[in-house]
Structure formats: structure tokens, C-alpha cells
């Protein structure tokens, strides 16, 4: 059974900074190309970014240059550091498989970019 556990969100003021955390068990995590996912209230759930097992990244056009997705295998454990945050970046984030696998979504972590 796999379980995605994200951590790391928060409160945080426009410009500042937050690391995301997803620790997955229940997968052979190396063997997985991993996603970030969030969704804001009323908008339907979009991808952020993804990192493939040769750890080849890519991101949304909205937060190129302010995200970065990495990975280590060895913790089984997925990040995302988010800088020079925006209110638009609020959200409840989660991980996944890339592409995500829909029985295995956990319970997030909530973003609020608010001053």
C-alpha cells in the first residue's frame, strides 16, 4: 500500500521561503518519476512540478525560477523549496507519482502566502 506523507507548510509573508518534505513508503521509490500537486480553494487540483528517476526536473511556467524539485532516494523522500513566495501560491500541496497514481493522494500540507 502506498503512503505519501508531506510535511513542511505553513504560514509564511510574501517573498519568503518554505521546503516541502514527502516521505513514500510502499512504492520502490527510485524506480518512480515524483510530482508536486497543489490545489487552491475552488480551482481543481494542477501539477507544480516533476522529477524523474534520472532526476530530470521540470516545473509550471508560473514558478520556474522560484521552485526547485529534488529527491534522495536513499530517505525515500521527496522536496520542494518554494521562494520568493506569492499569495497565488496558496494552496494545499501534495505528492505523487508522475503520473500520480489517484488511490494513493495523502493529506497534503497547507501553503498560506499572506501578510
Known amino acids: 500500500q502506498v503512503q505519501l506523507v508531506e510535511s513542511g507548510g505553513g504560514l509564511v509573508q510574501p517573498g519568503g521561503s518554505l521546503t516541502l518534505s514527502c516521505a513514500a513508503s510502499?512504492?520502490?521509490?527510485?524506480?518512480?518519476?515524483m510530482g508536486w500537486y497543489r490545489q487552491a480553494p475552488g480551482k481543481e487540483r494542477e501539477s507544480v512540478a516533476r522529477?524523474?528517476?534520472?532526476?530530470?526536473?521540470a516545473l509550471r511556467d508560473s514558478v520556474k525560477g522560484r521552485f526547485t524539485i529534488s529527491r534522495d532516494n536513499g530517505k525515500n523522500t521527496v522536496y520542494l523549496q518554494m521562494n520568493s513566495l506569492k499569495p497565488e501560491d496558496t494552496a494545499v500541496y501534495y505528492c505523487?507519482?508522475?503520473?500520480?497514481?489517484?488511490?494513493?493522494w495523502g493529506q497534503g500540507t497547507q501553503v498560506t502566502v499572506s501578510s
Open positions: 510502499g512504492i520502490i521509490f527510485s524506480m518512480n518519476s
Open positions: 522529477i524523474s528517476r534520472e532526476h530530470r526536473t
Open positions: 505523487n507519482t508522475y503520473p500520480p497514481d489517484r488511490s494513493s
